[in-house]
């Protein structure tokens, strides 16, 4: 009986409205791929150091939430978001790769040039 009544509160929790958890002021999918695709350029750079300079490049979470007009826990409430719907997030998942290839693309062109 009490593995019924356990099943049933699962079963009913799992067929709830799932867009009581959409967040005010959700970021779009494009934007959203293009705040990842531009977070995975920063990660990536952390750390480098030009040759001409001696000091690493640093980009600091603020300035990028300024530039892009939103804020940290707008960001982190849209992207818990799109985790919970996981068909959105893969399209914005692969969004963001395709712009990382594009980049490489021109990348590699650019090199060939010099």
Known sequence: MKKSIYFLFILLISCSDVDKDRPANLIGEEQMAQLIFELSIIDASQGFVPEKSKKPVRVHSASFYAYHEIDSLQFNLSSAYYAKHPKQYLRIVNRS??????????????EEKK
């Open 97 to 110: 790769k395709l712009l990382l290839e594009e980049l490489e693309k021109e990348q590699a062109k650019q």
